[in-house]
Structure formats: structure tokens, C-alpha cells
């Protein structure tokens, strides 16, 4: 009768054992998924900022150069 006793706790412990694992991999898929979406919405909205730091540098740079032609204008009308 131990010998049954001992076999089906063995049993139970190596099922308790598949359980854990099991548990263990689907919290590491779990944070491996949400982790994935957030470095995917990272990555979108750096590109994003990216895109307007370019937009923004194009337009500082076109206002720079009509700032240059009317700073020329000036001096021509001033005569330096």
C-alpha cells in the first residue's frame, strides 16, 4: 500500500511539475507579446517624431533663407 501511496505522489509531483513549466512559458509568452506591442508603438512613434523633426528642419531652413534674402535686401537698401 505505500508503494501505491509513493507511486501516485510521484505522479502527482511530476504533474505539478508540467504545470509549472507550462504556467512559467505562458507568462513568458504573456510579457514577451506585450513587450513586442510596445516596442512596436515605440517604434512608430519615433518614426513619427522623426518625420517632424524633418518637416520642422525644412521649414526653419526655408525661413532662414528668406530671413538671408531680406537681411541682403536690407543692407542694399541701408548700404552696407
Known amino acids: 500500500m505505500l508503494s501505491a501511496i509513493e507511486e501516485r505522489m510521484s505522479k502527482l509531483e511530476e504533474s ?3 504545470v509549472k513549466e507550462d504556467s512559467v512559458q505562458e507568462l513568458l509568452d504573456s510579457q514577451r507579446k506585450k513587450l513586442t506591442e510596445k516596442y ?3 517604434e512608430a512613434m519615433m518614426m513619427a517624431l522623426k518625420e517632424e ?4 528642419t525644412w521649414a526653419l531652413s526655408t525661413r532662414i533663407e528668406e530671413l538671408d534674402r ?4 536690407w543692407r542694399v537698401a541701408v548700404g552696407k
Open 16 to 18: 505539478m511539475e508540467d
Open 70 to 73: 531680406e537681411l541682403a535686401l
Open 40 to 42: 512596436d508603438a515605440l
Open 53 to 56: 523633426i524633418m518637416a520642422t
